[in-house]
């Protein structure tokens, strides 16, 4: 979108004309000093605009002033220019593309493919992870001056397009001695559609396992019923449903998976904000799916929004124990506001409430701390609630689990490891060694496999910071200015020996780690989003507690159990 200083100022001009009619009309200081200030913002703009010594861009200029004025609000509260599809591909799910994950690759300086989806243009012509995406239709899609990020959407936008509609796309290739080859392909776009339920299968011969990936599809509960259906044709006695990673989506979509489990009429949401029509109840509209099927629900740190909704509504109905870690806490709802020259914004209007009154909204945006920055509202501060059965629940700060699961902690390494592309680099080269591989459940990466990768690292020239490092030589720092470095010398020298940096330590320590995911990026680019969850399914605790807990009749039911009143 390419906005001119006459459009800004029309918009800005008749915000101030709305609001100074309306401060007239109340009389109130408030709306006097939002006039003011939007006078003051017209009147700055203007100066710029006519005496600045070089000409400044309105485009860039207003779009800084309107994300400074959101960073004072909270992060989901976001400005959409007109060019902006984001919303639209959000809400629908649906988007005319190659259907690629892409991202911006260092080493390069350009964009890279990393995973192309299923079933997609880019995977039927034959685009795989790796490739360094070099023109789309004639354009060079350099860096230039822009910023990863920048890159990465520009990127985007050129990829996509109406269905049916061709690109040309140019790559390089890389090649088993780290060279490029380069390559074009001519690629049909098609509607792309995320799939929320990327795998469901069955673990053992009782238990169905759902993963839900996303709420943010129109109709996605529809697809949730679907597996769950056909996973009780095969013979599942109870249910695992997977909210890992699930960043949340639309709440009625959410309410429709609560109403498989519940009867119809129960209240599961209900929305509070700062004017009347920000509040709404959402109740469960039609007849349930089944009502008795033992259920457990797995979360995590980024389990969010409406798959919040989601594992707290069964958990405050005792309808589900909920396993893993407790969950992100957001509880705050958003709605789509028409703006003037076909942009928009989402705009956070209300908190939602679940079954048991709580609201699980674990930042609090309005109390910021003195340079800007937030933070969470600390147990001490939460308050106490009830499910149906008297079980103690609490808000402001996510979902507990009923059974908590510990997190495993990433070492240090990987996160270097990934963060450099070593890994990804190093599965591009197997990949062209290895074309085929193994069924998911056979695979393994061998003793050679992993030898052959602590010799990629070391021809590479990997190194990373260690904290034990950093930390030691602040400590050294520290006792200098105090005066005891003297009488410390021989201990620093010892400790400094002890953590002396050995690579090869590291890797052997980590391997399980590291192993597990170099296979599940070889896994991804050969069976796409099902393959890496299988790889993962080989050792997951969380899905080995959920499955232990619903096999455990008793145990499953104390936990739901109804609280005596007189105990």
């Not at 792309?192 to 396992?209: A, C, E, H, K, Q």
């Not at 209007?349 to 937030?374: E, F, L």
Request: with cysteine; net charge negative; charged share 30%.
């Amino acid at each position: 979108m390419k906005w001119n200083s006459k459009k800004i100022l029309v918009v800005v001009c008749a915000a101030i004309a709305g609001g100074a009619l309306f401060s007239f009309s109340k009389g109130d200081d408030r709306n006097f000093q939002l006039a003011k200030n939007l006078d003051v913002f017209n009147a700055v703009f203007k100066e710029l605009d006519m005496f600045y010594v070089d000409t400044i861009d309105p485009e860039k200029v207003i779009q800084y002033g309107i994300d400074a004025m959101l960073a004072q609000t909270d992060p989901y509260t976001e400005f959409y220019p007109e060019d902006d599809n984001t919303l639209k591909d959000m809400t629908t799910g649906k988007f005319g593309g190659i259907g690629s994950v892409i991202r911006y690759y260092t080493p390069r300086k350009r964009v890279a493919i990393i995973e192309p989806s299923e079933g997609s243009p880019a995977a039927e012509i034959g685009l795989k992870a790796g490739d360094i995406i070099m023109e789309v239709n004639g354009k060079d899609m350099a860096q230039g001056d822009r910023t990863p990020n920048e890159l990465t959407s520009y990127v985007s936008n050129n990829l996509r397009g109406d269905p049916n509609t061709s690109c040309i796309v140019k790559i390089e290739r890389p090649t088993s001695d780290s060279t490029y080859v380069p390559m074009e392909f001519k690629i049909t776009r098609s509607t792309i559609r995320t799939n929320p339920v990327p795998y469901y299968g069955m673990l053992g011969d009782s238990i169905g396992y759902v993963v839900i990936s996303t709420f943010a599809i129109e109709n996605c509960s529809k697809d949730i019923k679907k597996a769950l259906i056909e996973l009780k044709q095969q013979g599942a006695k109870s249910m695992i449903l997977d909210l890992r990673g699930n960043g949340g989506g639309l709440l009625g979509e959410a309410v429709n998976v609560v109403n498989f489990f519940v009867p119809k009429g129960k209240e599961i949401v209900v929305t509070k904000g700062k004017l009347k029509q920000a509040e709404s109840t959402y109740k469960t509209t039609n007849e349930p799916w089944d009502l008795e099927i033992p259920l457990a629900i797995l979360v995590d740190g980024s389990t969010a929004s409406a798959s919040e909704i989601v594992s707290g509504s069964l958990q405050d109905m005792d309808r589900a124990v909920v396993v893993g870690n407790r969950t992100y806490g957001k509880g705050l709802v958003q709605v789509l506001r028409d703006l003037p020259y076909n942009t928009s914004m989402k705009v956070t209007t209300s908190k939602y409430y679940i079954p048991s009154g709580r609201c699980i909204q674990a930042i609090d945006y309005a109390k910021r701390n003195a340079d800007g920055s937030v933070a969470r509202i600390p147990d001490s501060l939460t308050h106490v609630f009830h499910t149906a059965g008297g079980r103690e629940v609490r808000d402001g700060g996510g979902i507990r689990p009923d059974v908590e699961v510990k997190a495993e902690k990433l070492p240090n390494i990987m996160f270097y490891l990934i963060n450099d592309d070593m890994i990804f680099d190093y599965v591009t080269l197997y990949n062209i060694k290895h074309p085929q591989i193994s069924d998911v459940k056979d695979f393994t990466v061998t003793e050679a496999d992993y030898a052959d990768f602590k010799a990629f690292l070391k021809k590479r020239n990997f190194t990373y910071d260690r904290q034990s490092e950093k930390t030691l030589k602040s400590l050294k720092e520290i006792a200098e200015f105090e005066g005891y470095m003297d009488g410390a010398k021989e201990e620093f020298a010892a400790l400094e020996k002890k953590l002396t940096h050995n690579l090869d330590h590291e890797l052997d320590r980590f391997l399980k780690e590291i192993k597990d995911a170099i296979a599940q990026e070889i896994v991804v680019r050969h069976y796409y989003q099902r393959g890496t969850i299988l790889q993962r399914l080989k050792d997951d605790p969380d899905v080995t507690k959920a499955m232990e807990t619903l096999k455990d009749k008793e145990a499953y039911s104390k936990i739901l159990a109804p609280v005596n009143k007189a105990d």
